[in-house]
């Protein structure tokens, strides 16, 4: 159904089409404000047609497919291996892959996680090889900046001259 001959009834259905009540959209639609008005307008069967047409239209806009993004991904990766473009072509086939729901790693983890409180004092009082030790059997704790690396600048010794 095309746009309504009735220029107040079309903007009643945009405004309804819009998420406006039927009392909203009838006073922006021009009339004045009366409740049974606007409902015994809202079921006119030319306003039901024209915000149902509304309504398909907006959702043909936006319907996105599996099928529609498989098509643009291989379209992609088409034009990448064209381009010669070899990781972009890889990229498109992954990202079919996971649309698909394929190639999706999954990895099941196992085992106790052991909690170890140390103490500054403790850590002061440990040698180079024990923090080195330490270091190594704990690669998550240098990742988090709890150990290891550069904790700022070194005290000077001997003071300023």
Do not use: C
């Not at 806009?61 to 473009?85: D, G, M």
């Not at 850590?123 to 700022?152: F, H, R, T, W």
Request: hydrophobic share 40%; aromatic share 4%; glycine share 8%.
């Amino acid at each position: 159904m095309p746009v309504l001959d009735n220029p107040r009834h079309e903007a009643f259905a945009q405004a309804l089409f819009k998420g406006k009540t039927a009392d909203e959209a009838y006073v922006l639609a021009g009339f004045k404000a009366n409740r049974g008005n606007a409902a015994t307008l809202k079921a006119n069967q030319n306003i039901v047609k024209r915000l149902a047409e509304l309504q398909e239209r907006s959702a043909k806009r936006v319907e996105v497919t599996v099928e529609s993004l498989a098509l643009e991904l291989e379209e992609a990766r088409s034009i990448a291996l064209v381009e010669k473009q070899t990781s972009a072509a890889v990229s498109a086939t992954m990202g079919k892959a996971k649309l698909f729901g394929l190639g999706s790693e999954t990895r099941k983890l196992t085992g106790t996680i052991q909690v170890v409180t140390i103490t500054a004092k403790q850590l002061d009082a440990l040698n180079d090889d024990e923090l080195a030790l330490l270091e190594s059997a704990y690669p998550v704790l240098q990742k988090l900046g709890l150990i290891g690396g550069d904790s700022g600048p070194a005290p000077e010794e001997g003071g300023a001259e």
